[in-house]
């Protein structure tokens, strides 16, 4: 991946010792002419900066992804 990071926010992760979530944005991820995108990882490790799992998502997606999540959220 190449482009530049800004970090949003790091969040605890439940049910764990010492894993968060990271949610970033990602500029120009896959090159000069792509689009940002916001970056979703999940770091298991306390000292670890680079995610065990990520996800990035593109703008044009990220209300359907809040709305699956909230729809999810009320299923639990």
Not at 4 to 9: D, F, G, Q, S
Not at 32 to 51: A, F, N, R, T, W
Request: a negative charge; charged letters at 30%; aromatic letters at 2%.
């Amino acid at each position: 991946m190449s482009g530049t990071v800004r970090n949003i926010e790091e969040i605890k992760l439940g049910n764990t010792k010492n894993g968060r979530i990271s949610i970033s944005i990602v500029d120009k991820p896959y090159g000069e002419k792509s689009e940002s995108v916001v970056s979703i990882g999940v770091l298991l490790q306390e000292k670890s900066d680079e995610p065990n799992w990520k996800v990035h998502i593109p703008k044009e997606n990220i209300d359907a992804v809040i709305s699956a999540l909230e729809r999810a959220k009320e299923s639990l």
